[in-house]
């Protein structure tokens, strides 16, 4: 029996067929001509054929589609076969002896580009023609096409890595579980994997080896996958089945088993996002990323057009806590009327608060935005900035907020220094909100998205929790007992959830899906307990030990499956 | 030659969904098409069969277009293409 070990970052047992993603398509190398063999005329109507197939194949996918996704599809569809697109590239076949699959590269480029130079709308539509030339040149190639395979039948997905693109396409009743071979606890698989709750190990050397129709099991939590389940795994897996749909509720109430309230928010990417979140029972919103209402936009969005995007959440949350966090790109979400493409470091560049410096008057444009959008709903409006290093940028920051109306001014905690200066930097705000996932990556030193550093990069780590613990105290010092919550990735984990609340972490805000896992675990210990696993938790050697004996300690775990 | 001209209806003129309809219709016919803004020499005029050359034109809602074929069949086509223009296709 063959087994991988990876790094567990979405909870569930479950046994299945494996599909592996295909590799992305290479480009073909400049000035690659036909072979000998191929007359021009033979490798235009090649050429003509395969994007044929494609456009065929794009049709057939938008018939089962819905929404968006479909118009998306069939407009895709049409541009497979597009006579500017294919009569460009026969062109370079005919006139220069171009390979069909060079020459397809070439035309969609220049497409691409003028597109991409047309701006606005147009300019999203570039990526499409790209995907589409992906999957011509798989076909010319004879390799399956790019991107998460098209299957009636449920399978486990087994990938290098995802990207955001591809939650689009990533139907959750066909798409059993993720296991990557790259990616570590931080990364999109691992966020995709949560936010959809589907069981994912990530990080497993070697199962890009796993054949295609491979019967596997994979535990989420524990991070295994084993080729060829026992009887034993069988079993597990369909009594999580029955686990999964009794976890599936939270009542709403974030609370310990002696009554120390800790409320459970959500952490939401739109409206969308936040009508979900409110159905699950979230206590609030305790991060709206806004930049994912602008992810793939060349320009900075209109007025109008945040306050539609922040309004919506907002009348999601009546009478609720919603906390705003201002644009945070830069480093993996890069916006291009923002980020400097260029940096050789991004994570350590201009991102978050920072853009500040180099784009004066997006971040006061955006707060004039949250403000208007504030005005006349019911939710109880905070905004925070991300990445800020300094009690001065805090100050800046606060002062900022004062001259746009908005009376709740807060920050990030994730670049280390914020944790260590807690006391100073909450003198200026009214909140502070730690986001595990980047205070991690900085305190360890460790790149979010490399998979031979997810070992360092798990806030289990006792230098990230004592940060943590920094943060809780700096409050405490400073002496107006201004909240402290996190929003990072960590309060998505049931365990590390009753270590922070042992910590003294007032709120914790995670995806919807996690709330009733986190809840349920929470109900069961008392606060003195939760501070004994925070002990424990910050006197372990390393972050695989601090996890280990905090586990053991909670065996209501083992009981669910988590 | 025929030539018809015909106004935008669409709200957010001639991309997206409505370029998809308009340019799958264009394709069905028996006759090669071409568009070009009004105004425009009739040699810039692009291929009203390609989505892409209608999302390179970015004829706006109230715009107008000069629509142009030849050969057999080639008033009916354009007659109907014109229909297809004037009618908001993003209110389906």
């Known amino acids: 029996m063959q087994s991988f070990t990876g790094v567990g970052v979405s909870p569930g047992r479950i046994v299945g067929s494996v599909r592996q993603m295909p590799k992305a398509v290479s480009e073909p190398p400049a000035g690659e001509k036909l072979a000998s063999s191929t007359t021009a005329e033979d490798a235009a109507v090649t050429l003509r054929t395969a994007a044929k197939v494609v456009q065929t194949e794009l049709k057939e996918r938008s018939v089962g589609a819905t929404g968006a996704g479909k118009s998306v ?48 709308y147009m300019a999203e539509r570039s990526t499409d023609v790209l995907d589409v030339r992906s999957r011509i040149v798989a076909e010319l190639r004879g390799v399956p096409a790019p ?160 306050i539609t995007a922040y309004r919506g959440v907002f009348d999601a949350f009546p009478g609720k806590k919603v906390v705003v966090r201002t644009l945070d790109a830069g480093a993996d979400k890069p916006l291009p009327f923002l980020t400097d493409a260029s940096e050789p470091n991004p994570a350590l560049g201009v991102r978050g608060y920072r853009t500040d410096f180099t784009s004066p008057g997006v971040l006061k444009r955006q707060l004039a935005a949250i403000a208007a959008a504030a005005e006349g709903t019911e939710a109880d409006v905070w905004v925070m900035a991300p990445m800020i290093s300094t009690a001065d940028e805090a100050g800046d920051f606060a002062a900022m907020c004062a001259e746009a109306g908005l009376t709740n001014p807060g920050v990030m905690v994730e670049v280390p220094s914020a944790a260590l200066t807690a006391e100073t930097i909450l003198g200026k705000v009214n909140f502070a909100s730690l986001g595990t996932n980047d205070l991690t990556q900085y305190a360890m030193a460790a790149d979010r998205q490399l998979g031979p550093l997810a070992a360092l990069n798990t806030p289990w780590q006792p230098a990230v929790l004592r940060l943590i613990q920094l943060t809780v105290a700096g409050s405490l010092a400073e002496g107006n007992q201004k909240p402290v919550g996190v929003c990072g990735e960590a309060a998505a984990d049931p365990a590390l959830a009753v270590v922070l609340v042992g910590l003294g972490v007032n709120t914790l805000s995670m995806t919807a899906r996690a709330l009733s896992a986190v809840g349920a675990v929470l109900n069961t210990v008392t606060l003195a307990e939760a501070q004994r696993l925070a002990t424990i938790a910050l006197a372990a050697p390393n972050a695989l030990e601090a996890r280990a004996q905090v586990r053991a300690e909670l065996p209501v775990l083992d009981e669910l499956g988590l | 030659m ?91």
């Open chain 1, 73 to 120: 599809l069939e407009a895709t569809a049409l541009m497979a076969a597009d006579p500017m697109l294919i009569k460009g590239a026969v062109k370079l076949i005919t006139n220069n002896g171009t390979s069909a699959e060079r020459a397809i590269w070439e035309s969609a480029a220049s497409v691409a580009e003028m597109l991409h130079n047309l701006g606005g």
């Open chain 2, 2 to 92: 025929s030539e018809r001209t015909a106004t935008i209806a669409s709200r957010v003129g001639l991309h997206a969904r409505p370029a998809a309809i308009f340019a799958e219709a264009v394709g069905a016919l028996p006759v090669e098409v071409t568009i070009a803004l009004e105004g425009d020499p009739a040699d810039d005029a692009m291929d009203a069969s390609s989505i892409l050359s209608l999302m390179s034109l970015g004829a706006a809602n109230g715009q107008v277009v000069v629509l142009r074929a030849e050969g057999d069949g080639a008033d009916e086509a354009l007659e109907s293409l014109v229909k297809i223009l004037e009618t908001d296709l993003d209110a389906e």
């Open chain 1, 147 to 306: 991107g998460i395979p098209a299957s009636d039948t449920p399978f486990i997905l087994v990938a290098d890595d995802l990207a955001p693109a591809d939650t689009a396409t990533l139907n959750p009743a066909i798409v059993l579980a993720l296991v990557t071979s790259g990616g570590g606890p931080q990364s999109h698989t691992a966020i995709i994997a949560r936010a959809l709750g589907l069981p994912a190990v990530v990080a497993a050397v070697g199962v890009d080896a796993i054949t295609d129709g491979t019967e596997i099991y994979v535990d989420g939590a524990a991070g295994s996958v084993t080729v060829d389940p026992d009887a034993d795994q069988v079993a597990a897996a369909a009594a999580w089945a029955t686990t999964a749909a009794t976890l599936a509720v939270f009542d709403g109430n974030g609370v310990t088993a002696d009554g120390h309230l800790v409320p459970l928010l959500a952490n939401v990417g739109g409206a969308k996002d936040a009508v979900k979140a409110a159905a699950a029972n979230a206590q609030g919103v305790g991060l709206l990323r806004t930049e994912f209402c602008f992810l793939e936009r060349d320009t900075e969005p209109s007025h109008e057009e945040q």
